[in-house]
């Protein structure tokens, strides 16, 4: 019987001080979404205990603080609130109290949108992209917003075209909205107008003045140089661009014809873009 009764005390000597330390049999932990979208929300949970008290600090504040109302078994947590707050749970079973490791609520962070432009195209002298009739150029959205995407043209959505990669064979102004695979809630929009406009162009081959624009660009394919021809008096204004549609050279020709060293390009397709007057003509001019 004493050996019992000594037992006993022994059991209650060790309960008392485990829960005057702090130590009680369990330890409570949190588990949930950590890292949250922009704008988005998550739930913070614990295991089943009798009471609950939900504690949160700063990333540069030294204590936690209690949340006053926060006595669940769960917590709501949104962005941009919570992010960058440590979280810890005080849980009570049977009279002893623990509270839990804590935890920081992180958030994604996404650069803005960007479309990327190729084919056969130009920048013209507005902004805009210029295209050859009968030549194709893309625009493809940017990772890594490719979930929920949307193409408009002149401001309504271009049916069926959802995909990351925009075909584009007509003038108009175009722009998109897309999210992110990993938060496909969080919308977001290009925030500009991408102009497209198609034009007249044509590739001599002959050293004969004839067409409307009356010039005449030869030899067409070349190898080292150029010539422009053209008729009238006008000043032209001449601007080189690669098949990414950059400027990579440009002329003013005042006289009814001139030679350009073109040996320096690489081989491959160009648009020679020329600003006659009030008149902007477009060719194509292949190196080989």
């Not at 650069?111 to 893309?138: Q, W």
């Not at 722009?175 to 809630?185: I, L, Q």
């Not at 549609?245 to 002329?251: A, R, S, T, Y």
Request: with cysteine; net charge negative; aromatic share 8%.
């Amino acid at each position: 019987m004493k050996v019992m009764k000594v037992l006993k005390v022994l059991s209650l000597i060790l309960l008392l001080s485990q829960t005057m330390n702090g130590q009680c049999p369990f330890e409570p932990t949190i588990s949930g979404d950590l890292i949250l979208c922009p704008n988005g929300a998550a739930t913070l949970s614990t295991q089943t205990y009798d009471n609950y008290q939900w504690y949160k600090r700063g990333f540069q504040e030294p204590d936690l603080s209690i949340i006053p109302g926060d006595t669940s078994q769960t917590i709501s947590i949104g962005s941009p609130d919570d992010v960058l707050y440590y979280f810890a749970v005080e849980a009570t079973l049977n009279g002893c109290t623990e509270i839990s490791p804590e935890v920081l609520v992180d958030g994604l962070v996404f650069l803005p949108v960007t479309v990327i432009s190729t084919g056969d195209f130009i920048t013209g002298s507005n902004g805009g992209s210029e295209v050859c009739i009968g030549d194709t150029m893309y625009f493809t959205l940017g990772l890594p917003y490719n979930k929920n995407i949307t193409w408009y043209k002149d401001g309504s959505p271009i049916p069926g075209e959802t995909s990351t990669v925009l075909t584009v064979t007509t003038a108009g102004s175009y722009t998109v909205t897309g999210a992110p695979g990993t938060c496909p809630d969080y919308l977001q929009s290009l925030g500009l107008n991408l102009d497209v406009s198609f034009v007249e162009c044509t590739t001599n081959t002959d050293e004969t003045l004839k067409g409307e624009d009356d010039i005449l660009i030869y030899p067409n394919p070349a190898t080292d140089q150029i010539s422009i021809q053209h008729k009238g008096e006008e000043i032209l204004d001449v601007n080189f661009f690669n098949n990414l549609g950059q400027l990579i050279h440009q002329e003013t020709i005042s006289a009814n014809k001139k030679t350009i060293n073109v040996s320096k390009f690489d081989k491959g397709l160009y648009f020679i873009e020329i600003n006659k007057g009030t008149r902007k003509i477009l060719r194509k001019l292949l190196i080989n």
